[in-house]
């Protein structure tokens, strides 16, 4: 976060030396410096829109692409998943694959083959049952997972009685 406020300033501080040259300027140096302060001001609500996020939590997002859905895991999550995947690909190799390690199978194709997961399908509610079901996740975990937030982003819960 210190970071974040360290480039504020630094914007801050720039535009204040465009804007107080500004008045100076005529011809192509005014509309540069007309251009710079435009694009500045674009990086400003850019990191006024990170520091917003970090302060209050990222908003929830439904439709996630795959990299950002695999990130509402934790990484003991994505292993453990990880593992479970090959299990079932050598099973599947050996001709002793289970319905359940086919299912798993399929699923991933699914998954692999989607652009975007929308945790509001109940595909993925149905697959998160079958992660619960394979102990991939815990009940509460799926809960959390179908909320769209990072492991690091959930918001702190309120306290009760306030």
């Known amino acids: 976060m210190q970071h974040l406020e360290t480039l504020i300033a630094a ?3 720039c535009e204040a030396a465009f804007q107080q040259q500004a008045p100076t300027l005529t011809g192509e ?12 001001g674009h990086h400003r609500s850019m990191l006024e829109k990170l520091r917003r996020e970090a302060t209050q939590g990222a908003p929830k997002r439904n439709r996630l692409d795959r990299g950002e859905f695999r990130l509402l895991f934790t990484f003991d999550e994505r292993a453990a998943e ?26 991933r194709a699914d ?14 509610h149905a697959a998160l049952d079958f ?17 769209g937030y990072r492991p690091d982003q959930m918001p702190e819960p309120e306290p009760d009685g306030l």
Do not use: C, K, W
């Open 111 to 124: 998954f692999n083959d989607a652009a975007h997961i929308n945790l509001d399908d109940t595909a993925v």
């Open 11 to 13: 914007l801050d501080q």
């Open 82 to 107: 990880t593992a479970f995947e090959g299990a079932a690909r050598a099973a599947q190799a050996a001709g002793t694959a289970t319905p359940e390690q086919l299912i798993y199978l399929t699923m």
């Open 131 to 147: 992660y619960v079901l394979f102990d991939l996740l815990t009940p509460e975990r799926r809960e959390y997972v179908l909320t």
């Open 29 to 40: 140096a005014a509309s540069l410096a007309g251009n710079h302060l435009s694009v500045l």
